[in-house]
T-cell receptor
Framework: DAKTTQPPSMDCAEGRAANLPCNHS???????VYWYRQIHSQGPQYIIH???NNETNEMASLIITEDRKSSTLILPHATLRDTAVYYC?????????????FGTGTRLLVSP | ETGVTQTPRHLVMGMTNKKSLKCEQH?????MYWYKQSAKKPLELMFV???????ENNSVPSRFSPECPNSSHLFLHLHTLQPEDSALYLC??????????????FGPGTRLTVT
């Protein structure tokens, strides 16, 4: 699986958009980008995933560059409850078993 | 509430004890996972069961023994653990062999302390 690079930490003011970047310059054509987050001492939570088109759901938006070498997770109106570690993972999409490899992620701190 | 429950939530055990962690998923998934998360380290995948068959065993010491009696239940049997085994143990499930296989749903974890 391709390696991802994320900043170790970011700050965001409550109510503002949080834009979390991820570099995956060695991503293959059949690898999807997944985002998870982990609130302190809880299990990780799936947020969103995508291949090359931008994706949006009730939690966040995912913007993937045209060359697919980087992506940005956007939390449009961050709240204090969005304080967490955010993980960007690339994974082959197929119907066989493929594991998720979690890195160290970005620690997002949302402040009042 | 993710549909994945784990018991106990906290466990303190001596190095000579035998204990078991339990995980149950109510999502109808066909794959279940055990992860270990030590302080300030990334999640480490320990075991994976897909369709009740173990498909991944990530060089885990034999003092950890998984059991998957059916697709809804997963156990992790512990014996003669070491203090460095103290960690958060997380269970997850997913619908393997489908386009949603990468969406894993995690339980709240068991905080294990080995004394």
């Amino acid at each position: 699986d391709a390696k991802t690079t994320q900043p170790p930490s970011m700050d965001c003011a409550e109510g503002r958009a949080a834009n979390l970047p991820c570099n995956h310059s060695t991503i293959s054509g059949n690898e999807y980008v997944y985002w998870y987050r982990q609130i302190h001492s809880q299990g990780p939570q799936y947020i969103i995933h995508g291949l090359k088109n931008n994706e949006t759901n009730e939690m966040a938006s995912l913007i993937i560059t045209e060359d697919r070498k980087s992506s940005t997770l956007i939390l449009p109106h961050a709240t204090l409850r969005d304080t967490a570690v955010y993980y960007c993972i690339v994974r082959v999409m197929n119907t066989g078993f493929q594991k998720l490899v979690f890195g160290t992620g970005t620690r997002l701190l949302v402040s009042p | 509430e993710t549909g994945v429950t784990q018991t106990p939530r906290h466990l303190v055990m001596g190095m000579t004890n035998k204990k078991s962690l339990k995980c149950e998923q109510h999502l109808g998934h066909n794959a279940m996972y055990w992860y270990k998360q030590s302080a300030k380290k990334p999640l480490e995948l320990m075991f994976v069961y897909s369709l009740e068959e173990r498909v991944e065993n990530n060089s885990v010491p034999s003092r950890f023994s998984p059991e998957c009696p059916n697709s809804s239940h997963l156990f992790l049997h512990l014996h003669t653990l070491q203090p460095e085994d103290s960690a958060l143990y997380l269970c997850a499930s997913s619908q393997d062999r489908t386009p949603r296989a990468g969406e894993q749903y995690f339980g709240p974890g068991t905080r294990l302390t080995v004394t």
